[in-house]
């Protein structure tokens, strides 16, 4: 039971620390600051016990953005010095093995779904004892005022491993101001296309009509044309707003000033 002791009295003395602030670049205006939950984890690890398996008496440490244990007390087995996370459990001799879940070198950060912050934050490490990974799931949760740790998977054969953090100390700052969220993106494409084909048929148009010894105004493309089409909305939009008798007056107004 010694090294649960251990684990459960960790403070400012970790053996290794990482940046706990996050800002995806691809979604602008939210951000997340996890100094806080750390902080109220700073004299007790998180920890969760995993659901009944083959595995005896399964445990797992996690200290957010910190080791869960002193540099000595684990690594030890598989040489590495920052573990991210703990698994702890029962050997058949009755005592107690560790192994890391990854090496605090290796933390990347990622959305849990792009666009949305509401889903949460992740934190994830590779690099343990046997290649083994973890992926810590940080989800804000107001009705929680201390930070609790929900191990939702464990596949032992695979050694990756999942774990949520749900807190109030976890919620971001901000919202997302990318376009997934309003769907602005699909809108500025479509407009982005027909913008670019106007120009292209203006220029290559104008063009043609220039190789083609064209003087003066007729050099657009299709310049009469146009001018019918302009005359043919004035004329309708005069019908409809003098109380025209009929739909058909505006065309034939058009076709008279041929």
């Known amino acids: 039971m010694l090294l649960r002791a251990l684990a459960l009295v ?4 970790a053996s290794a620390e990482i940046n706990c602030t996050f800002a995806p670049i691809e979604c602008p205006g939210v951000s997340w600051d ?7 984890t700073h004299s007790a690890d998180l920890e969760v016990a995993a659901a009944a ?3 005896p008496d399964e445990h797992f440490w996690l200290g957010v953005c910190r ?3 002193e540099a000595g007390q684990c690594e030890t087995l598989s040489n590495i010095s920052d573990p ?7 050997s058949e001799a ?17 959305m849990a779904s792009p666009g949305n912050e509401a889903e949460g934050v992740l934190l994830s490490f590779s690099g343990g004892a046997a290649g083994r990974s973890m992926v810590v799931r940080f989800v804000c949760d107001k009705s929680i005022p201390k930070a609790r740790a929900v191990l939702t998977e464990a596949t032992g054969g695979s050694l990756k491993y999942n774990l949520t953090v749900r807190a109030a100390a976890a919620c971001p700052v901000g919202r997302c101001t990318a376009p997934q969220r309003d769907g602005g993106s699909g809108a500025a494409t479509f407009f982005g296309v027909l913008l670019g084909g106007a120009a292209l048929y203006l220029v290559g148009g104008m063009a ?6 064209v003087e003066g105004i007729d050099r657009i493309p299709h310049w009469h ?3 019918r089409l302009a005359r043919f909305g004035r004329n309708y939009a005069r019908a409809w707003s003098g109380g025209g008798s009929s739909r058909h007056e505006p065309l034939r107004a058009a076709e008279a000033t041929e």
């Open 34 to 40: 996890l100094t806080p939950l750390q902080q109220l």
């Open 208 to 213: 043609y009509n220039v190789r083609s010894g």
């Open 94 to 110: 009755g005592g107690e093995e560790c192994a890391p879940l990854g090496s605090l070198s290796t933390a990347a950060w990622s």
């Open 10 to 13: 960790v403070g400012a003395s």
């Open 84 to 90: 991210a996370g703990l698994q702890v459990w029962r």
């Open 225 to 227: 044309f146009w001018q």
């Open 53 to 55: 398996g083959e595995v």
């Open 67 to 69: 080791s869960p244990i």
